[in-house]
C-alpha cells in the first residue's frame, strides 16, 4: 500500500468553501476516490475520479461538490462549496490500484458550523 496524505481541512462557516486535496507518494491508481465519516455514523461514498477523469458524486455532493484529479502528480483534490452543518465529518482519501488493496489516508476533519 501506497501512503496517501490528505489537507485542506478545517473550519468553515455554512455557505463557505473548503478545498481537500490529497498526495499519493507512488503508486499507479485506476481510481481515487473521496469518502467521510460523520461522528455516530458510517463511513460513506463521496465522490470518485477515474483516470480517464469520469467523476462519480453521491447525490449529496451533485452540485456542490467537485473531484479532480492531476494523474502526472498523482494527487486528487475535492472542491466543496455551499458547505453545510451535515457536512461535518472526518473525510478520507483512498486509491483503488489494478491490483492489490486500496489506499487510504489519514483523514482530515471537516467542521462546518451554522
Known amino acids: 500500500q501506497v501512503p496517501l496524505a490528505e489537507s485542506g481541512g478545517g473550519l468553515v462557516q455554512a455557505g463557505g468553501s473548503l478545498r481537500l486535496s490529497c498526495a499519493a507518494s507512488?503508486?499507479?491508481?485506476?481510481?481515487m476516490t473521496w469518502s467521510r465519516q460523520a461522528p455516530g455514523k458510517q463511513r460513506e461514498f463521496v465522490a470518485s475520479?477515474?483516470?480517464?477523469?469520469?467523476?462519480t458524486y453521491a447525490d449529496f455532493a451533485k452540485g456542490r461538490f467537485t473531484i479532480s484529479r492531476d494523474i502526472a502528480k498523482n494527487t486528487v483534490a475535492l472542491q466543496m462549496n455551499s458547505l453545510k452543518p451535515e457536512d461535518t465529518a472526518v473525510y478520507y482519501c483512498?486509491?483503488?490500484?489494478?491490483?492489490?488493496?486500496?489506499?487510504w489516508g489519514q483523514g482530515i476533519q471537516v467542521i462546518v458550523s451554522s
Open positions: 507512488g503508486g499507479i491508481f485506476i481510481t
Open positions: 483512498s486509491g483503488t490500484p489494478l491490483f492489490g488493496a486500496n489506499s
Open positions: 475520479i477515474s483516470r480517464s477523469l469520469n467523476a
